[in-house]
């Protein structure tokens, strides 16, 4: 089984299922690995209940992530780990979600949190719109994102305790 390819991009990283219908005992498959170097690009991506980074090129290992809450241009800068990356006095955490992440692809929860070491003149919330940049540290290719970061809204239930 032979595939030939004429043009790739970075849409085309990740995994390619490949079915032979002529062969002798059909059906047969193969899945490959599409691995070839390209720029990073990063997105912040939301959903009901939280924010997510997700980080795709290759390769994308070394990262520094810099980031700059727009609105005091306060900036921190960290290796994004494979684990939990805290910035502002734990105020902003990253976290590596490896469950949904592949050689290509990187997803990581942005969780927004009270900020007890933060002086009185700041919210105890860090809102606010965030420059994300970026960098792998060996081959110096960057990527921006920019948005809007607030505390995850939780449901609050009230229970009523009654005695007789």
Same mark, same amino acid.
């Given at each position: 089984m032979n595939l030939e390819i004429i043009k790739l991009t970075s849409n085309e990283l990740g995994y390619v299922?490949? /079915?032979?219908? %002529? $062969?002798?005992?059909?059906?047969?498959?193969?899945? !490959? @690995? !599409?691995r070839f170097? *390209?720029? &990073? *690009?990063? +997105? !912040? @991506? @939301?959903? @009901?209940r939280d924010s997510h980074l997700i980080v795709h090129g290759n390769p &994308?290992?070394?990262?520094?992530i810099t980031i700059t809450r727009i609105s005091d241009n306060e900036t921190e800068t960290s290796l994004l780990t494979s684990k939990k990356? %805290?910035?502002?006095?734990? %105020?902003l955490l990253i976290r590596f979600q490896q469950e949904h992440s592949h050689f290509f692809v990187r997803y990581y929860s942005l969780i927004v949190q009270e900020c007890i070491l933060c002086p009185p003149r700041l919210s105890s919330h860090i809102? #606010?719109?965030? !420059? /994300?940049? &970026?960098?792998? &540290?060996k081959i110096g290719? $960057?990527?921006?994102?920019? #948005?809007?970061?607030?505390h995850p809204?939780?449901?609050?239930?009230?229970?009523?305790?009654? +005695?007789n």
């Open positions: 299922a490949c /079915i032979c219908q %002529s $062969c002798l005992y059909r059906p047969a498959f193969d899945v !490959l @690995e !599409l170097d *390209t720029n &990073i *690009t990063v +997105s !912040l @991506e @939301e959903d @009901e &994308i290992e070394n990262l520094n990356t %805290s910035f502002f006095n734990d %105020s809102d #606010g719109d965030y !420059l /994300i940049e &970026i960098c792998r &540290i290719d $960057c990527a921006l994102a920019k #948005g809007y970061l607030d809204l939780y449901e609050v239930c009230f229970f009523f305790l009654h +005695s």
